[in-house]
């Protein structure tokens, strides 16, 4: 069975001070690794795809990074709006490449 | 681009009492999904439908719950009769394809779901 471990379950941050986040998988063939953000009562919002070891994507402050057991979050100097819960999945190869989630971790950015 | 459209955004209603929830997916995706969302928890997958076909239902509780996709656009998921841990976020996504390395899930805004 897949299974995907986010630590930890919650950060603070202060403003600027960077930090990462981790999530640690086990699958069955991996198909694609995905990172999303979640905002208190929305959808998760789709950030980056990974699918190789060595793997790297950008977008603002965020840089996510891909080994053949993890997947790194990276926050550089984070802003309040950072503040979000940032939830980890997987893509197996098994079935019809069922999509596993992990329980997430919730950031806060304190001005 | 419109989103994944979900409704209602709220519902409260007694255990043992049914209730249905609608979604309509974002313009030529082919593939939908339905996932349950306890607080603090991930999404779990309950039903992904490829067009209008049932592709995997293995986590969907089927003495309660059920779903369709009429003409492979939109969806309801129905649970009867309800139970206190049926209490959650149900969310609905949608991706292009489904199946492929390369497809994403993007996520409509949830219907929260509090049974008494």
């Known amino acids: 069975e897949d299974q995907v471990t986010q630590s930890p379950e919650a950060l603070r941050l202060q403003e600027g001070e960077s930090s990462s986040l981790n999530c640690s998988y086990t699958?069955?063939?991996?198909?694609?690794l995905f990172w999303y953000r979640q905002d208190p009562g929305k959808g998760p919002e789709f950030l980056f795809t990974l699918y190789s070891a060595g793997e790297e994507k950008e977008k603002e402050r965020l840089k996510a990074t891909l080994t053949k057991k993890e997947s790194f979050l990276h926050i550089t100097a984070p802003k309040p709006e950072d503040s979000a819960t940032y939830l980890c999945a997987v893509r197996s190869s098994g079935g019809y490449q069922k999509v596993t989630f992990g329980t997430g971790t919730k950031l806060q950015v304190i001005p | 681009e419109a989103g994944v459209a979900q409704s209602p955004r709220y519902k409260i209603i007694e255990k043992r009492q049914s209730v249905a929830f609608w979604c309509n997916p974002i313009s030529g995706h082919a593939t939908l999904y339905w996932y349950q969302q306890i607080l603090g928890q991930g999404p779990k997958l309950l039903i992904q439908?490829?067009?209008?076909?049932?592709?995997?239902d293995s986590q969907l509780p089927k003495d309660r719950f059920s779903a369709e996709r009429l003409k492979g656009v939109d969806s309801t998921l129905k649970i009867q009769p309800a139970k206190l841990e049926d209490s959650a976020v149900y969310l609905c996504a949608s991706s292009l394809v489904g199946g492929w390395s390369t497809d994403t899930q993007y996520f409509g805004p949830g219907t929260r779901l509090t049974v008494l």
């Open positions: 439908f490829q067009n209008n076909g049932v592709v995997d």
């Open positions: 699958v069955s063939g991996l198909r694609g």
